[in-house]
């Protein structure tokens, strides 16, 4: 079983920086590729970033590629995102996800591939 704690949201303008943390319980977390999520309202959850268990392995959606950057500190059984230059449309509600005992190579994005999910963090940009 794993608990995966979000913080880290806030309100802020188009142009800030953000930076979320998903603190994980259990001892399962460096067997775990990690990913972000998020859902704007009326929408469907979105993939943002994911990362492979060692972190060698990263993903983004193309809107966040060169802004946001996922890393993960399998010492610290945490996962960031550093989110930079944000915009309006980047409002949601941000879910960190776990997937447990993932393949050593591989970072996942969708979200059915994912066992655990946190409680979600909101995020939102003003213009």
């Known amino acids: 079983q794993v608990q995966l704690v979000e913080s880290g949201g806030g309100l802020v303008q188009a142009g800030d920086s953000l930076r979320l943390s998903c603190a994980a319980s259990g001892r399962s977390f460096s067997s775990s590729a990690m990913g972000w999520f998020r859902q704007a309202p009326g929408k469907e959850r979105d993939f943002v970033a994911a990362i492979s268990r060692s972190g060698g392995i990263i993903h983004y959606i193309d809107s966040v590629k060169g802004r946001f950057t996922i890393s993960r500190d399998n010492a610290k059984n945490t996962v960031y995102l550093q989110m930079n230059s944000l915009k309006p449309e980047d409002t949601a509600v941000y879910y960190c996800?776990?997937?447990?005992?993932?393949?050593?190579?591989?970072?996942?994005?969708?979200?059915?591939?994912?066992?655990?999910w946190g409680q979600g963090t909101q995020v939102t940009v003003s213009s």
């Open positions: 996800a776990a997937k447990s005992r993932a393949s050593l190579f591989n970072a996942y994005s969708v979200p059915s591939e994912y066992d655990y």
